[in-house]
């Protein structure tokens, strides 16, 4: 997927109190970073943040981490987040394959929202429910296992269900088509999600737990 580069993105967003210098330096030490036990959240690829900036709004009592790669995505979640007062948000600006070195086992719940989908099978590794990353999230789960996938792509929703079924996951819910769903699911979407509900394209969600 491609993103417009902004022009000094890595200086606008350093300059956000909401964004987290130096990640690796609070593993173990999240409840600190936050100042309470709360349950913590962490989002993969949270682009332009709505998402985890609405989401943290709505449920105060529970620690929102959004992580982007992106600089130039990241800016438009620190430019919505200006005047605000979200004291269980925080933001991280680094690859995923490093979450390992920025927690410990203190994640109650991923959430993957519109992800890469990388449909070429070479780039299949990328891809955030391959059994490389699921390994990755056993790193980091504080004792269950608990991830939320909502995707546009019929084909990495496909695949996502196979490999986390592999990875002895049980699926508490799943959507063929999340906003016309017989019983609602509690949703609140994301940049992507909105274009794409408007666009009247159906919305493949994904509530699995692997109870240790």
């Known amino acids: 997927m491609q993103y417009n580069v902004i022009k000094d993105a890595n200086k606008i967003i350093k300059r956000s109190p909401y964004l987290v210098n130096n990640p690796m330096d609070n593993k173990n030490k999240w409840e600190k970073v936050f100042g309470n036990n709360n349950p913590i959240h962490l989002e ?8 985890i900036i609405n989401m943290a709004k709505s449920f105060p009592k529970i620690n929102f981490i959004g992580l982007e790669l992106y600089d130039s995505q990241m800016v438009k ?43 070429k099978r070479i780039d299949e590794k990328k891809r955030f429910t391959h059994e490389s990353y699921l390994k990755l999230y ?14 546009d792509n019929k ?44 666009e009247g394209r159906p919305i493949y969600y994904v509530d699995a737990i692997f109870i240790n």
């Open 44 to 51: 993969l690829g949270m682009g332009r943040g709505d998402f």
């Open 77 to 119: 979640a620190v430019e919505r987040l200006k005047n605000q007062d979200l004291p269980n948000l925080k933001l991280i600006n680094i690859d995923a394959r490093e979450i390992d070195k920025i927690f410990g086992k203190e994640i109650d719940t991923i959430y993957l929202t519109f992800s890469e989908p990388w449909p």
């Open 138 to 151: 056993d790193k980091i789960f504080k004792k269950n296992k608990h991830i939320i996938l909502k995707t």
């Open 155 to 198: 084909g990495f929703f496909a695949y996502s269900l196979e490999t986390l079924s592999q990875y002895w996951y049980s699926f508490n819910r799943v959507s063929l088509d999340l906003h016309h769903d017989e019983n609602p699911i509690p949703n609140i979407m994301t940049d992507f999600e909105k274009k794409y509900f408007e």
